[in-house]
């Protein structure tokens, strides 16, 4: 018999690892999407040598499973960060570091692979003739990206912008794993006093369900907004 007491309790207790799980989300997004963008731009012109990172970057994440690349991570960054400071004789206390900061480096490593080939994708829906035309009219490169091609490129992205982003609040439920304070590790915590796993799973559950319909619903609204860019490109 499920506990129905302990259910809805342990809602609110889930519910209050929210503000974590999106704030995670947000600074990883910050942090992957000018990287994604730029190596997807590398991508796109073929640079030499960072076209091949950017490649085995990818293959890489897409490769190996998110767990295995957080507990890679996290167990090589303290080590990393504990050397450098080594060298230069900085006094900090390296394993005391907040599981959060580590969260937001492992999930921007994450997403920014992720979001390569979305704006690679996106970006080679938009004929190459609208750069020219940019440039006929006297606006640099990096001013006919902004006004021109980033606009337009985005309603391609939104759709799979938004499957990355769901993707990346889903994910932040593994933080659990690195000791971060979030939906799933409170409700699991609660759960550990009378063994109410059933109970929390579900509670976590429909906090993840809650917040991912409402992301997807935020994204809709954006893609109206953004839809008069793809009048203009039609």
């Known amino acids: 018999m499920l506990d129905f007491e302990f259910l809805i309790d342990t809602f609110f207790v889930a519910l209050s690892g929210v503000p974590v799980a999106i704030l995670v989300t947000v600074v990883a997004l910050l942090i992957a999407m000018p990287i994604g963008f730029l190596l997807a731009m590398t991508r796109i012109n073929k640079i ?9 970057y990818v293959s890489f994440v897409r490769g190996t499973p998110i767990i295995i690349q957080i507990f890679v991570l996290y167990s090589f960054l303290p080590i990393v960060i504990n050397m450098f400071f080594e060298k230069y004789n900085i006094d900090y206390p390296v394993y005391d570091i907040h599981p959060i900061w580590y969260a937001f480096v492992i999930f921007s490593f994450n997403t920014a692979a992720v979001l390569i080939e979305v704006f690679r994708s996106a970006l080679s829906t938009v004929d190459k003739g609208q750069l020219e035309a940019a440039h006929s009219v ?3 490169t990096a001013q006919a990206y902004r006004r021109v091609i980033i606009p337009q490129a985005l309603v391609s992205a939104l759709p799979n ?6 993707n990346l609040i889903k994910a932040t ?3 659990y794993a690195i000791s971060l304070q979030e939906i799933t590790l409170r409700a699991k915590v609660e759960a550990n006093f009378g063994y109410n796993y ?6 976590i559950f429909i906090v993840y369900l809650i917040l991912c319909i409402l992301v997807e619903q935020l994204f809709k609204y954006w893609e109206k907004r953004l839809s008069r ?4 490109s039609a």
């Open 138 to 140: 006297g606006l640099t």
């Open 198 to 203: 059933l109970e929390a799973y579900i509670d």
């Open 161 to 166: 912008l938004c499957t990355a982003t769901v």
């Open 173 to 175: 439920s593994l933080g």
């Open 229 to 232: 860019y793809k009048v203009a």
């Open 48 to 56: 030499p040598v960072l076209n091949q990172i950017a490649k085995i």
